[in-house]
């Protein structure tokens, strides 16, 4: 799940030159609107396009190295090629005209992880893409509306972002017609073998989208249950935040593990259709950044605020759907998530842009969505439901910033949400909170650094057994509670946010491990505890396909000598027994003790030092685990049979609560 959740990116740091162009236009500028004719034979991966630009600006006739301008025109005359970078015309509107062609490159070879970004632009019958950073196409330099017309060989089918005008089979060819409405960062083409399914989604409104699949042949059997979940998150959210802001919405496939959440359509690659899971999950997430990211685009001069609104709105609220439970254990893998986060390498919202790492998912995803996890038991649920359609109905098709959020949350609620907005977007640093004994009946909240103004759940029992939940509002560094006052007598102990509603620093002796903590270190060690060339070269590869950070081998006594920095121990049973004695951990647990060929738990030194052991039985074995563990990051523990997991655990948080007597 981890390392899928970083093939299903965003396409987002390159978008961020364009609206910082955008807002440096002024402010009456017209939307240029750019119409694109596109020929392509992915059998030979020719390319042949002509391209009309109705914009006041001069576009980027720089194209990828692959293709070559053949003719440019302006308002109606010829412009020589060598002249173009000279091109400084009259203040006002005008019309350029573009042809080009050539061949572009082959599909890549799929030797590549899982986790690395695939190519950007590539052409093969088995599939083609075209991504606006590829260069495939003039760039009118800031968002534009757009019209394209594809032509294809026959068996071959393809679109791009956008309502289809059209689309049919003629004298041996597929023709298409595609139209983008609203100003667009920039333009995708896909093509491929597909087989297209359609189905129409009514919405709450009255209005139809077409919901399309575009699949391989072989994954043509999936279509139904794609279509059919499609339609469903199309009317949940339209039903809760406002109309579906495009005319279409379709799931395509791609022969390389892409995942790309686009205006209208999402990418993703054959294998990950295939996972059972990702229609109850990424699908819906997917489904929703059309309205957040898409519809309504991040001012990402201050920061991307749609995965986090994203992941609330689909990834937290399934789990809500499912329970109570379900949804705080979400919220205690976020907070667990955080401990592989060292306080140096916090940031704040404001700068988060895109996911790089697994540290920054931390930030750009998980805090953020906790973020409204928290506004939301600030302000109730009914001004915050009110609070996203006053957002949506403010900033469709137009940028939007952490400020605009605040502004009309704080209309739908009544209430200044300024210092809140602040100190969750602004401030790196997470809050550290602890209880501590004052008088019978007393207690205080204890803030470590600069405090944060916090609504702190707690649970309290009596001395009947029965509990109550109450919540205290602190904002210093440390804050005396009487419960005697707030009519809670006869208190017998109390505990901290005991639902985890809170985004904060959880005591790491309360928390064991995760192998998240050590997966997603920008630094990390790796201690091969086995001897021979084998060991050592299966024992690099699973750590380099494992790890965010490129892993620094180190001898055992460096596990010692460095205090903090996240290790991965891999060996022979001797070997890792060796080395947990060296260290005081014990011996091996025993939830691994089962039958299996590999073991992998996590642990901390005494010094707090995360650790992971990958425990197996022959460098083969080793090796067999590369591609299943960086899936298992939120697991304490696991068990492998060859490549398979077959027994798995995350050990529970214990919090003990403060007694007052």
Not at 89 to 104: C, K, S, V
Request: charged share 20%; proline share 8%.
């Amino acid at each position: 799940m981890a390392r899928l959740s970083h093939r299903l990116l965003r396409a987002g740091c390159w978008l961020a030159l364009a609206w910082l162009l955008l807002a440096a236009l002024p402010a009456r500028a017209a939307v240029p609107h750019l119409e694109l004719e596109i020929e392509l034979d992915p059998a030979t991966r020719r390319l042949q396009a002509s391209a009309r630009l109705t914009s006041e600006r001069v576009p980027d006739f720089a194209l990828h190295p692959q293709l070559a301008l053949a003719r440019v025109g302006m308002d109606g005359k010829a412009v020589p090629l060598a002249s173009l970078q000279r091109l400084a015309p009259a203040p006002g509107e005008h019309r350029f005209t573009i042809e080009y062609a050539g061949t572009l490159p082959p599909l890549p070879e799929r030797t590549q992880p899982s986790s690395a970004n695939p190519a950007s632009l590539y052409a093969a019958a088995e599939g083609s893409y075209l991504a606006p950073e590829a260069g495939w196409y003039p760039d009118p330099g800031v968002p534009f509306t757009y019209t394209v017309k594809l032509r294809l060989p026959a068996g071959q089918k393809g679109l791009v972002p956008g309502r289809q005008v059209r689309a049919n089979e003629t004298g041996g060819h597929w023709i298409a017609e595609y139209a983008f409405a609203h100003p667009a960062d920039g333009i995708w083409l896909m093509a491929g073998p597909y087989r297209v399914a359609q189905q129409a989604a009514t919405l709450e409104d009255g209005s139809v989208v077409n919901v399309r699949t575009w699949f391989h042949p072989e994954l043509a059997e999936l279509a139904s249950g794609y279509l059919q979940d499609s339609a469903r998150y199309l009317q949940r959210y339209s039903r809760a935040i406002g109309a579906y802001p495009f005319g279409d919405f379709s799931v395509v496939s791609s022969p390389l593990p892409h995942g790309l959440g686009i205006p209208s359509l999402t990418y993703l690659g054959r294998e990950v259709l295939r996972l059972p899971f990702i229609r109850a999950t990424s699908l819906g997430h997917e489904v929703l950044h059309n309205w957040w990211g898409n519809g309504v685009r991040p001012d990402w001069r201050s920061g991307n605020w749609s995965e986090g609104l994203t992941t609330f709105g689909a990834d937290y609220a399934f789990r809500e759907d499912q329970g109570a439970d379900p949804a705080r254990t979400m919220r205690l893998e976020w907070l667990r998530d955080l401990l592989a986060v060292a306080p140096a390498d916090e940031t704040a919202l404001t700068g988060f842009t895109a996911r790089s790492h697994g540290i920054s998912s931390v930030i750009g995803y998980a805090k953020p969505a906790m973020l409204f996890v928290m506004l939301r038991d600030e302000i109730g649920p009914a001004a915050f439901e009110q609070g996203l359609r006053v957002f949506w109905q403010q900033h469709r098709f137009r940028t939007a910033a952490w400020k605009d959020l605040e502004r009309a949350f704080s209309q739908a609620s009544g209430r200044d949400l300024a210092r809140f907005f602040a100190q969750w977007t602004q401030r790196a640093a997470s809050p550290t909170l602890a209880l501590a004994p004052a008088t019978p009946g007393r207690f205080r909240v204890l803030q470590q650094g600069e405090p944060f103004d916090l609504l702190v759940p707690l649970r309290v029992q009596v001395a009947s057994g029965t509990t109550r939940d109450i919540a205290v509002r602190v904002s210093e560094r440390e804050t005396l509670v009487d419960l005697a006052a707030r009519g809670v007598p006869e208190a017998v102990s109390v505990a901290l946010d005991p639902e985890l509603r809170l985004w904060r620093r959880l005591d790491p002796a309360t928390v064991p491990a995760i192998l998240r903590e050590t997966f997603i270190a920008p630094r990390a060690q790796l201690h091969v505890a086995a001897s021979g060339a084998e060991w050592s070269a299966a024992a690099t590869a699973l750590a380099e396909r494992t790890l965010d950070a490129q892993p620094v081998p180190v001898a055992a006594d460096a596990l010692l000598a460095s205090a903090q920095e996240p290790a991965l121990v891999a060996g022979d049973r001797a070997g890792i027994t060796r080395v947990l004695a060296q260290l005081g951990l014990g011996a091996v647990p025993e939830a691994v003790a089962q039958e299996g060929t590999g073991r992998v738990w996590a642990a901390r030194a005494a010094s707090g030092k995360p650790l992971v052991f990958v425990l197996a039985d022959t460098p083969a074995a080793l090796a067999a685990m590369q591609r299943a563990l960086p899936h298992y990051g939120r697991q304490s523990w696991l068990v492998f049979r060859d490549t398979r997991v077959v027994a798995q655990g995350a050990w529970p948080p214990e919090v003990a609560p403060l007694k007052l007597h």
